[in-house]
């Protein structure tokens, strides 16, 4: 019964180890974005992006709709795209190259942060997202535009409901809820890590993926953690790498790799049915980026010398 308790121990202050990394990160750049979004900051960075829009083959207004989905989150980005009446005329193709660059380039301040933390520079982790969004969104609208693929006017599945309560308490209980539910997230992921190395499961899948992980340059070490962190999200793959790099299991320019690939790939699941939601196109949100990803990737990293044995 002793070895169980002391296990339970180890892990709970593993998990709570994670969690509070994370929330140190989270909770102020949480507040500062809010701030930002009362002041009207982000009319100013839409504003700026209007005229890069032409470039994807988007109508300016689409800047707004980028500038809150990069500088809050996804959710906040669908709101405002499906209240505009722009987004009633676009095609399916222009939709689905928005919302390939939302996928892209989202919740900038915090996910920027929790890869500064494990250890890779904030200024690089915006420059690799926002530059590589805006090639694979030039990419995408020159190959639809060329063919005239995907030009019929598109249909959003979803509408959300009006907020009612807009009040400061209201939008901090949601904060909260939402940090609850990456605890109890975390908690699972840890969990079921263990239950991988236990049960052998993270060699097969090592072994599965042993092809892609060395064409990026990536070792056996980091796949659970990019797994995850490509089909859940940044915030739990990112949070778990800086647990690993906190112990010394992963190299250096393992956990630059793998943070370089989560940055601009990750929650291939959660957010790919998101942008579906308002009509974006497969070969886009999903097929095209990560192939766009994994050829980025593997190109940086080799721009990074190995280390010598």
């Known amino acids: 019964m002793q070895p169980v ?44 992006l209007g005229p890069v829009m032409d470039l994807v083959g988007l109508p300016a207004s689409m800047g707004l709709v980028w500038a809150t989905t990069m500088i809050v989150n996804m959710y906040g980005g669908m709101i405002i795209f499906v209240s505009m009446p722009q987004a009633e005329t676009l095609s399916v193709a222009q939709v689905t190259v928005l919302g390939t660059m939302m996928l892209m380039a989202h ?25 590589g969004a805006l090639v694979l969104g030039i990419i995408l609208h020159q190959i639809y535009s060329s063919g005239n693929y ?3 006017t598109n249909t959003a599945l979803w509408t959300p409901a009006p907020v009612l309560d807009k009040s400061l308490e209201a939008w901090a209980m949601g904060q909260l809820w939402t940090l609850f539910q990456v605890f109890v997230i975390i908690a699972i992921l840890v969990v079921f890590l263990r239950a991988l190395k236990w049960s052998g499961i993270e060699k097969l899948l090592a072994k599965a993926l042993q092809t892609v992980l060395r064409f990026v340059g990536l070792s056996e070490r980091t796949t659970s953690i990019t797994i995850i962190g490509m089909t859940l999200g940044l915030t739990y793959g990112g949070g778990l790498l800086i647990n690993e790099a906190k112990k010394g299991n992963i190299s250096k320019r393992d956990i630059f790799g793998s943070m370089s690939l989560l940055s601009v790939c990750h929650s291939l699941i959660e957010d790919t049915l998101l942008i ?9 949100i999903l097929y095209a980026r990560v192939l766009f ?3 980025l990737i593997a190109a940086i990293m080799r721009l990074i010398p190995k280390p010598k044995n």
């Open 107 to 131: 919740s900038l301040p915090i996910e920027g942060r929790i890869s500064q933390k494990a250890g890779v520079g904030f200024l690089y982790t915006l420059a690799l997202r926002v530059i």
């Open 5 to 48: 308790i002391e296990w339970l121990g180890r892990l709970a202050k593993e998990i709570l180890g994670i969690t509070y990394d994370l929330f140190k990160l989270m909770i102020p750049v949480i507040i500062i974005v809010k701030m930002i979004e009362e002041m009207g900051g982000i009319g100013y960075i839409s504003a700026a």
């Open 293 to 295: 990803a994994v050829l």
């Open 276 to 284: 579906l939601l308002i009509g974006g196109d497969l070969t886009g």
């Open 150 to 152: 995907l030009s019929q």
